[in-house]
């Protein structure tokens, strides 16, 4: 998000601490780096993953230094797996019921709370034991820097709005693409290391830590559970009513100030009141929820200083574990049904049944009592707009926020769909997410449910290296065109990808492949060819053309001339007037528009095997 007047004030506040020397380090120091610099610094790359090493050599029966990947860099992607008793393989875990919460840190780098108040909790698990009991039943495994490449473009002047560290990393990775993005298109060499440690691991509970942008106010950690579309609603019921109370009763008892995740519809006047987002399944939080398991987004916020928001983030963490062992049996029990139920509803095709694929805010608000600072606004002479600009005393006010997400688009999941094997880059997608495939023997052909889609926009700005059919900013709200259902009888060559519907992860695939999705490939625009014509008569050749029809059918003449009398624009427009014809003409490219993929409501007769 954006703000100018936020830098005004970090000046005005100073935030640099005064320089201090660094106490010497002896082997029984085990304070963080950040905690030896008095919150000044974070550690880079290097001496992070020395830290980690330092533990895990000092507990080597307790923590496990893994490497799950490479940058597009080259740098190792790595995770801590912390267990009490050393089990550290997967499948053993899942078979004796102990719930794996799995912690990203610094996919935005810059955004470094999460990765320093690991470090503490890992040292307080496994060697200060202060928190060894948080292990009694949970496996916690721990990415300390998940955007490594953007980690190590490090600097002083890469989060403008936020005060403090004195240097950190940068958002983006070394292609200049937001991994908070790439969850679903999976693009990154990143994406796709994580895609295989979710699937080794399964965790039962993920946590992505950021910092805010935006407003001002007195939290200092915020948070949202599992706001995705399309969440299992018992597990829904569970966060709602068992995690986040405790959440918020724990942190608020440890000093901080906890709330939820704050949107103000315009930040200049937070008397507009709350918005209310998805999270879609491009952000990591909202993809988890395709997987049957909950996602808490942790945002600490960007103006407390970097010592409040550490030790903020650390008391989030620890209350969740706290949860976590709590309801152990209760949470491994819902993800297991969770998953069953997903499986159980994709063995036949359910016409009446509804998956949410888009959400918007109700009409109905309810009040929320919004903990901010007073603040004045005025007109600025340097923008020419609204500047607020915040005071240091509290100030509490109502303020309207939208009661629920509405379902404003639903499809039926269909009994598998199926993709032409043409289209690889889409099928790796689907790879890539570790769905299960299967592979047409023979060609094959026949009529599918399938869309055609028109009106289609592109926007000309790129976003993440796409020029996709959606507005970035409000994603979930806005899809340019319009995917009518149609049945067409469809060509499928042999090695057709067919993706059934009763597999764990089947959401997944219904967002990547219903085309009106918000993280569709066709939103992102991995089907733009589809939309290209490809052939046209001259206007020469089209107006022979023309002038023959209207001769062998007079009721076309007739159908022409009253357009050509009603609709000013078309008769102004003389290529409309001969595509009128070609359209009509046996010339036209019945495919043009056509999605390729189809939505079978069996999977009796398709050659399989
Ligand atoms: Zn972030």
Not at 91 to 109: E, T
Not at 365 to 372: S, W
Request: net charge negative.
């Amino acid at each position: 998000m954006k703000s100018i007047t936020v830098v005004l004030l970090l000046v005005a506040l100073g935030t640099v601490a005064p320089a201090q020397t660094p106490s010497t380090k002896s082997a029984s120091d085990w304070r963080t780096p950040a905690e030896r610099s008095d919150y000044r610094t974070t550690p880079r790359y290097d001496e992070t993953m020395a830290y980690v090493r330092r533990v895990a050599a000092a507990a080597p029966g307790q923590v496990k230094v893994e490497v799950f990947g490479k940058t597009g860099e080259g740098r190792e992607l790595v995770d801590v797996v912390v267990s009490r008793d050393g089990v550290f393989d997967p499948a053993a875990l899942h078979r004796a019921g102990r719930p794996i919460l799995l912690i990203q840190n610094a996919i935005h780098a810059g955004e470094m709370d999460g990765k320093d108040s690991c470090l503490a909790l890992l040292r307080d698990m496994v060697i200060t034991k202060s928190q060894a009991r948080l292990l009694e039943r949970v496996v916690v495994v721990i990415i300390p820097i998940y955007n490594a490449d953007g980690h190590e473009r490090f600097g002083p002047y890469n989060r403008i709005n936020q005060n403090g560290p004195e240097e950190m990393g940068w958002r983006v990775n070394a292609t200049n693409l937001n991994l908070n993005r790439d969850y679903m298109k999976a693009e990154a060499p990143e994406t796709h290391a994580w895609l295989k440690l979710w699937n080794r691991w399964l965790p039962d509970f993920f946590v992505d830590d950021h910092v805010t942008d935006g407003a001002d106010y007195q939290y200092d950690v915020t948070y949202s559970l599992s706001t995705g579309a399309g969440n299992d609603p018992a597990l829904i019921e569970w966060q709602q009513k068992n995690v986040a109370p405790y959440l918020d009763k724990s942190v608020a008892a440890s000093g901080h100030v906890i709330g939820p995740l704050i949107f103000l519809t315009d930040d200049a006047d937070p008397t507009k009141g709350m918005d209310r987002y998805p999270s879609l399944p491009r952000f990591a939080d909202g993809y988890v929820v395709l997987e049957n398991r909950p996602g808490m987004l942790v945002e600490m916020h960007m103006l407390k200083d970097y010592k409040t928001r550490v030790t903020g983030n650390y008391e989030i963490l620890c209350a969740l574990l706290e949860v976590m062992n709590r309801d152990a049996v209760t949470l491994v029990r819902l993800n297991r049904e969770a998953d069953a139920a997903v499986v159980a509803a994709g063995k036949r095709f359910n016409p009446s049944a509804k998956f949410p694929l888009r959400t918007a805010p109700s009409k109905e608000t309810e009040p929320f009592l919004y903990h901010t600072f007073k603040y004045t606004r005025e007109l600025s002479g340097v923008s020419g707009q609204v500047w607020i600009h915040y005071a240091p005393e509290p100030l509490d006010i109502t303020i309207p926020h939208p009661a629920r997400l509405e379902t404003t688009l639903a499809v039926a999941p269909p009994r598998a769909y199926i993709v032409p094997a043409q289209w690889t880059t889409e099928i790796e997608v689907l790879a890539a997410h570790g769905l299960q495939l299967e592979r047409t023997t023979r060609a094959w052909s026949a009529a599918v449910d399938t869309y055609r889609c028109t009106d289609l926009k592109w926007n000309a700005q790129s976003f993440e290296g796409h020029h996709v059919m959606f507005s970035p900013q409000f994603a979930a709200r806005s899809f340019s065109g319009h995917c009518t259902p149609v049945r067409e009888t469809l060509s499928f060559p042999a090695g057709s990808v067919v993706v059934p519907m009763d597999q764990r992860a089947a959401k997944v695939a219904m967002e990547w492949l219903e085309p009106e999705g918000p993280d569709s490939a066709v939103a992102w625009g991995y089907f733009d060819a589809v939309f290209e014509q490809k052939e046209y008569g001259e206007d020469y050749v089209v107006e022979k053309l023309a002038r023959d029809m209207m001769a062998k059918d007079p009721k076309l003449r007739e159908e022409f001339e009253q357009r050509v009398a009603a609709d000013k624009q078309f008769a102004g427009d003389p290529k409309a007037r001969l595509d009128f014809f070609y359209r009509r003409s046996p010339w036209w490219d019945r495919e043009l528009g056509l999605y390729p993929v189809g939505r079978l409501t069996t999977i009796e007769g398709v050659p399989l095997r």
